[in-house]
């Protein structure tokens, strides 16, 4: 029989049968759909975190107290240091490496914060005067410190736009002196509006120089020490410098971790990957589902047609025909589902893209076909079994079933 | 495919030659003997009615003639050759092209209409020869049709026609592939007694035009219309009108 003829039964026979061809390639749809949706929230996830890294800086090195295991590189437990990281590491980082564009130290805490009668309570980072180039911080009004107010330990601070509008409303905030808890400082820089960068609000910031935090916060070691390499090639050479250096300083003891914003990237993306593919073999279960239904059906349709086998056994057909037309039907529905599924999947996440451009959940074309063809293949493997049986129907038995 | 060739071959030779042919039902644990020890032989254009009581035999006999069931012993030759061995493809090629069934129920595709029932053998033909062009199938189908006297009925439905228009519309099916030999399964037993007469009519006009028809029926005002007449009792041959 030619495929056109076995197309046109095909045809036929879902089309005599609406409602029932609607329900049976559901299931299909879904399936289908819940792989192509699951596995592109992975892919979004995936992305928005890689943008949100990359926003952070470019070749950027984190250096933090305690050792971790070296299989990730997801940092040491926080305060499990064995030793202090302190300034003149960062100082004896900063004269030898050869490979650094920038370095700085990490003083973190919380603080009051008050000008006149309005008070706040915000985060402060404590750094020297490179941490700009490093985090990408851009200063909208005024300056960032100097080195000499860093070095000196000047009570000077750069506050976040969000900060600076709850204390000063329009007012310019420049040179105004505000009370971090009892301690006077001098505004010197206000952020430009930089919003949220992996869960930390910039615009709810502030940032002094690492000595005046260090006695803010009466605290003489350093959270940790965050670098910038001169460029993308140099990082490895700059990580074994950093290493070598505070290696030297703690007689040979290595315990600090090092890591790198693409390695840390690279096991990120390892889990999100992980994530993905889990999501997308949870769903395929339900693409199994939807073959089985598929399967059900066409049980149902051999047993209504038996009569239609025989006599077209009668005038001819061969079992090879009968066994070529059924499967074409069950394979018709799951193409079917699996057009719709897919197709209405690629739309919901184009369309949940363009309200949410910031998170890129669009359905890449490397999940699209196969699920389409991970359908194709469910339909032939659920079909078959029906089809076999349609085949083998003795003519007589078919004819006289009632 | 020497058998094949054989049976393709158009010679005065024996259309049919059956041998000590068995047919044994198992139920249970009861043996069932439908045809015993059957000796026939059929010559082409013939018209033949098989006649019996119910459960002598007669349509598992023409079902076995018209290779829709198999003998449990003995030979059939067909045109010279015997069809035991064949393939399921084989006999189903041969259903195609030389045999035409027309049965008590029409058997008819409930869904299809009476031009598309009757293209049906032309489309399976494709899977043995050179495809017939759909608008070749559509001309010998309205033929066929026309011929049985419903050319005006084209596009309707089994349910949309009368018993015996039914019935021409499964005579039209069996005959549009110009079959040598007609099968016929009590083809009256479900028409009243004017349509039964006119399909009779229409079997003889296929007769004169050289189709060999081999008809089962119990009515015996019926099969006298036949040429020959086979009685069958208890899965025996007790009388052929043509026995010498």
Not at chain 1, 205 to 222: R, V
Not at chain 1, 342 to 351: K, L, S
């Amino acid at each position: 029989m030619q495929f056109k003829e076995i197309l046109r039964l095909s045809a036929e026979s879902l089309l005599s049968q609406k409602l029932r061809t609607a329900l049976t390639i559901l299931g299909m749809v879904i399936g289908v759909g819940a792989i192509v949706l699951l596995v592109s929230l992975g892919q979004g996830a995936k992305n928005y975190v890689t943008s949100e890294f990359e926003g952070l800086g470019t070749n950027l090195i984190i250096v933090q107290p305690g050792k971790s295991d070296k299989k990730t590189h997801m940092g040491p437990p926080v305060g499990a240091a064995q030793r202090k990281m302190t300034t003149a590491d960062v100082m004896a980082i900063e004269k030898r490496s050869l490979n650094l564009e920038a370095v700085s130290g990490l003083v973190l805490g919380t603080v009051s914060v008050r000008f006149e009668d309005a008070l706040s309570n915000i985060t402060v980072f404590g750094t020297n005067e490179q941490f700009p180039s490093i985090l990408t911080v851009r200063v909208g009004q005024g300056d960032y410190f100097t080195r000499e107010e860093d070095e000196y330990g000047r009570r000077v601070v750069v506050l976040g736009q969000n900060v600076v509008k709850e204390l000063f409303g329009e007012a310019d905030p420049i040179g105004q002196t505000v009370k971090l808890n009892e301690s006077e400082f001098k505004i010197v820089g206000v952020l430009a509006p930089m919003g949220n960068k992996l869960g930390l609000d910039f615009d709810e910031l502030g940032f002094i120089p690492t000595e005046a935090a260090l006695q803010l916060f009466n605290d003489d070691k350093l959270f940790g020490i965050r670098a910038k390499a001169s460029s993308r090639v140099s990082i490895d050479d700059a990580v074994a410098e950093i290493t070598e250096i505070l290696k030297e300083r703690r007689d040979g003891e290595e315990d600090f971790t090092v890591m790198t914003q693409i390695s840390m990237m690279a096991s990120m993306n390892t889990i999100l990957n992980m994530l993905t593919y889990v999501l997308g073999a949870i769903a395929a279960i339900s693409m199994i589902v939807g073959g089985i239904g598929i399967m059900n059906i066409m049980w149902v349709t051999v047993v209504e047609r038996t009569q239609e086998i025989g006599i077209r056994r009668a005038v001819g057909a061969r079992r090879i025909d009968i066994l070529k037309q059924l499967l074409a039907e069950a394979v018709a529905l799951s193409v079917l589902g699996g057009l719709v599924g897919v197709g209405g999947a690629v739309v919901i996440t184009y369309g949940l893209y363009i309200s949410f451009p910031s998170f890129d959940m669009r359905a890449p074309i490397w999940i699209v076909i196969p699920a389409f063809l991970l359908a194709c293949v469910v339909g032939v493997i659920f079909g078959v079994g029906p089809a076999w049986r349609a085949s083998r129907i003795e003519i007589l038995d078919a004819l006289r079933y009632e | 495919m020497e058998c094949e060739s054989n049976l393709f071959a158009d010679n005065r030779m024996t259309l049919i030659s059956i041998d000590q042919l068995h047919k044994v039902f198992r139920r249970g644990d009861e043996e069932i003997h439908a045809i015993r020890a059957m000796d026939l032989s059929i010559d082409p254009g013939e018209f033949i009615a098989i006649t019996g009581t119910s459960g002598s035999g007669k349509s598992t006999l023409l079902y076995i003639l018209g290779l829709l069931d198999k003998p449990s012993s003995g030979r059939y030759i067909l045109q010279g050759s015997p069809v035991e061995n064949l393939s399921d493809s084989e006999r189903a090629h041969l259903r195609n092209k030389f045999m035409g069934f027309v049965f008590q129920s029409f058997h008819l595709l409930p869904r299809a209409t009476a031009l598309r029932n009757v293209m049906m053998p032309l489309v399976y033909a494709a899977t043995y020869d050179t495809p017939i062009p759909e608008d070749e199938q559509r001309r010998r189908a309205t033929e066929a049709l026309t011929i049985v006297g419903l050319a005006d009925r084209l596009n309707h439905r089994p349910n949309e026609l009368s018993g015996g228009q039914r019935q021409r519309v499964a005579i039209a099916r069996a005959i549009v592939n110009n079959p040598k030999l007609l099968f016929a399964d009590e083809p009256t037993g479900n028409l009243d007694s004017k349509s039964g007469k006119e399909i009779l009519a229409l079997f003889e006009r296929l007769n004169k035009e050289g189709v060999t028809i081999i008809m089962v029926s119990h009515d015996p005002s019926i099969a006298e219309r036949a040429k020959r007449k086979l009685v069958l009792r208890d899965g025996e041959l007790v009388e052929d009108s043509h026995a010498v």
